[in-house]
T-cell receptor
Framework: AQSVTQPDIHITVSEGASLELRCNYS??????LFWYVQSPGQGLQLLLK??????LVQGIKGFEAEFKRSQSSFNLRKPSVHWSDAAEYFC????????????FGAGTRLFVKA | DADVTQTPRNRITKTGKRIMLECSQT?????MYWYRQDPGLGLRLIYY???????NKGEISDGYSVSRQAQAKFSLSLESAIPNQTALYFC???????????FGSGTRLTVV
């Protein structure tokens, strides 16, 4: 069965520092992988997605993620964090584009300190 | 206007009451979903619909029902609300050519 693990419940980084949020998935075939961000009081917004091709994908707001099949990982990175990046981040995996098999991780809350 | 609009944004209701959460979209997407978010559990799928005549149960459909009134409208009902249905509920849309969802802003439901 598909599963998604986000090992860090919360992370605190200083403004301007680099960020990496971890995501590990379990799925037999090539998965479709997503990162979403949820700002307080808001719905989830799609940051980026991977389904084929180049394993390094660029997203909105300066985020990128790298698919590593050998490690079953899809970690989210940003070189320099801004205070406005404070939010909760969700990794998700799907087996096709239908959406009804999408599995979400439990989320990682990012705190940014000045 | 938002692409996916949920009403109400917040609701407090009593145990045993029937309540309906509404969702409308302007994306023109065929596929609509209802998710529930609980702290530490991520999002869990309640129901999904691929078109007006297609309704499917998700992971946690017990205690819920849905109605797809039109391509753009998908409502979620709690027939007899109970306290453990207190959660944040999200409506989302997608189409078969897009990868990923468009979410509404959510409805925070409290059952007392």
């Amino acid at each position: 069965a598909q599963s998604v693990t986000q090992p860090d419940i919360h992370i605190t980084v200083s403004e301007g520092a680099s960020l990496e949020l971890r995501c590990n998935y379990s799925y037999g075939a090539t998965p479709y992988l997503f990162w979403y961000v949820q700002s307080p009081g808001q719905g989830l917004q799609l940051l980026l997605k991977y389904f084929s091709g180049d394993t390094l994908v660029q997203g909105i707001k300066g985020f990128e993620a790298e698919f590593k099949r050998s490690q079953s990982s899809f970690n989210l990175r940003k070189p320099s964090v801004h205070w406005s990046d404070a939010a909760e981040y969700f990794c998700a995996v799907d087996s096709d584009t239908g959406g009804f098999k999408t599995i979400f991780g439990a989320g990682t809350r990012l705190f940014v300190k000045a | 206007d938002a692409d996916v609009t949920q009403t109400p944004r917040n609701r407090i209701t009593k145990t045993g009451k029937r309540i309906m959460l509404e969702c409308s979209q302007t994306k023109g997407h065929d596929r609509m979903y209802w998710y529930r978010q609980d702290p530490g559990l991520g999002l869990r799928l309640i129901y999904y619909s691929f078109d007006v005549k297609d309704i499917n149960k998700g992971e946690i459909s017990d205690g819920y029902s849905v109605s797809r009134q039109a391509q753009a409208k998908f409502s979620l009902s709690l027939e007899s609300a109970i306290p453990n249905q207190t959660a944040l509920y999200f409506c989302a849309t997608s189409d078969q050519d897009s990868y990923g969802y468009t979410f509404g802003s959510g409805t925070r439901l409290t059952v007392v």
